[in-house]
């Protein structure tokens, strides 16, 4: 047996180091999985593909529910996450902690990593936009397609990565500085659901990605219950 699953890569740590493995062991259910940014994921979606079950951002997961792409009375909350800043365990200690302190570390940054699909990447751009600082920060900015933002730190391509903090500590081999500032910051909330047509393989899955050993394991990897 084995399910299509398709989920955002915010919950990836928690899938991957608990969530995932003990739902196998348990069901001999075999999960075929793909782990990329709610953007990318719904281009699949409206390229044809029907996952047996998806995590993404609430907002896309609902609107998928109401154009009947998924089961809408299957929709459930799993787990939100805020947007922080990672740099090099050796790395400068930016100060973060008020907006002016981190327009002055972003400004003073040689190359700041943000995605350019993922949600934080999407609000990050907004964000220098905001505040003014968008034509410097990206003239030398390393954006990706796609992807967790820190390996540019383990690579060498930028000293400050922009990413969800649930996404940062996937990657080993960083330290995160910390949240954004509360004045700028912005929460994602992602949700669950099944297809049109679940099969009980399908449930099974949902019920492990909401249940309370998954709640532990998203606030172990950074995330937030509802």
Do not use: W
Request: aromatic share 4%.
């Amino acid at each position: 047996m084995s399910v299509s699953f398709f989920s955002a890569l915010a919950i990836k740590k928690a899938l991957d180091d608990t969530i995932l493995p003990a739902f196998q062991k348990e069901t001999g259910i075999v999960v075929d999985g793909v782990f990329e940014p709610t953007k990318a994921l719904l281009r699949r979606i409206e390229d044809g593909a029907r996952p047996d079950v998806l995590v993404g951002v609430t907002a896309t997961v609902s609107a998928l529910g109401g154009s009947g792409l998924v089961a809408a009375d299957s929709i459930r909350e799993v787990a939100s996450v805020g947007i922080g800043i990672a740099v090099a365990p050796d790395g400068d200690s930016s100060d973060i902690s008020t907006v002016d302190a981190l327009i002055a570390t972003l400004r003073s940054a040689r190359s700041v990593a943000y995605s350019r699909t993922g949600a934080s990447g999407i609000y990050f751009a907004q964000l220098m936009e905001k505040l003014g600082i968008a034509d410097e920060v990206n003239a030398r900015a390393t954006v990706i397609e796609q992807g967790f933002t820190a390996l540019a730190i383990v690579d060498g391509r930028a000293d400050l990565a922009i990413q969800q903090l649930s996404e940062l500590l996937f990657v080993p081999g960083v330290r995160i500085v910390g949240p954004l500032p509360a004045d700028v910051q912005h929460r994602t909330e992602f949700s669950a659901a099944t297809g049109v047509r679940a099969s009980e393989s399908a449930v099974k899955l949902l019920d492990a990605l909401t249940g309370e050993h998954a709640m532990c394991a998203y606030e172990a990897a950074g995330l937030t219950r509802p």
